[in-house]
């Protein structure tokens, strides 16, 4: 039973426009939302988080949205650049540092952003 | 380096063998994690290393897989009589002591079961 969803697996998106990666999850419990960045052969980097306490985190072309009555976050980037072509992996914390079990993950979106 | 350093990057192995893989977390570091994303997959937590404490082993799969972590530094992940389902890269990553839960990965070991 996944906790963490990310229903696309895939997202094209021309370079310019925006990008919104679509997270949900529905552990109520999850208080800490991060997203992490992949590229091929690599480990995860991370990217931007939110608190629960919070709807919004901005960072320079990232910006992470919460919903928490629809148990929702999306992780806007504008202008798509093609560098950020890579795996977007949402994950979610029970607590701070990450919680005693541990971040979980959703199972990424593959972003490409077309030339 | 300064950031999280898995050995080997790479390996393949025959089912039944059994394979251990190392993790070098980031220096001070208190908080230790094993991951693994098996093919189409998410990242999957195996288990988890927090100072002193006793290991949150939950993620692990089955009792052919133990970690430990030396000094409160360095881990190795072991399985015993690998099966294919097995081949996966297994991710290993280290948290500071800040509220923020980020954790910085190594680059990952790429485990082949033939």
């Known amino acids: 039973d996944q906790q963490v969803k990310q229903n696309s697996p895939s997202l094209s998106v021309q370079e310019g426009r925006i990008s919104i990666l679509n997270c949900d999850y529905t552990n109520s419990m999850f208080d800490y939302f991060l997203w992490y960045k992949k590229y091929p052969a690599e480990g995860p980097t991370f990217l931007i988080s939110i608190s629960s306490i919070k709807d919004k985190n901005e960072d320079g072309r990232f910006t992470v949205f919460l919903n928490k009555s629809a148990k929702h976050l999306s992780l806007h980037i504008v202008p798509s650049q093609p560098g950020d072509s890579a795996v977007y992996f949402c994950?979610?914390?029970?607590?701070?540092?990450?919680?005693?079990?541990?971040?979980?993950f959703g199972k990424g979106t593959h972003l490409i952003i077309q030339p | 380096g300064a950031g999280v350093s898995q050995s080997p990057s790479n390996k393949v192995t025959e089912k039944g063998k059994d394979v251990e893989l190392r993790c070098d977390p980031i220096s001070g570091h208190t908080a230790l994690y094993w991951y693994r994303q098996s093919l189409g997959q998410g990242l999957e937590f195996l288990i988890y290393?927090?100072?002193?404490?006793?290991?949150?082993k939950s993620g692990l799969p089955s009792d052919r897989f133990s970690a430990e972590r030396t000094g409160g530094s360095v881990s190795t992940l072991t399985i015993q009589r690998t099966q294919q389902e097995d081949s996966a890269v297994y991710l290993c990553?280290?948290?500071?002591?800040?509220?923020?839960?980020?954790?910085?990965f190594g680059e990952g070991s790429r485990l082949t079961v033939l």
């Open positions: 990553a280290s948290g500071g002591t800040g509220d923020t839960g980020e954790l910085f």
């Open positions: 290393f927090q100072g002193n404490s006793a290991p949150d």
């Open positions: 994950a979610a914390s029970g607590g701070s540092g990450g919680g005693a079990d541990g971040l979980t």
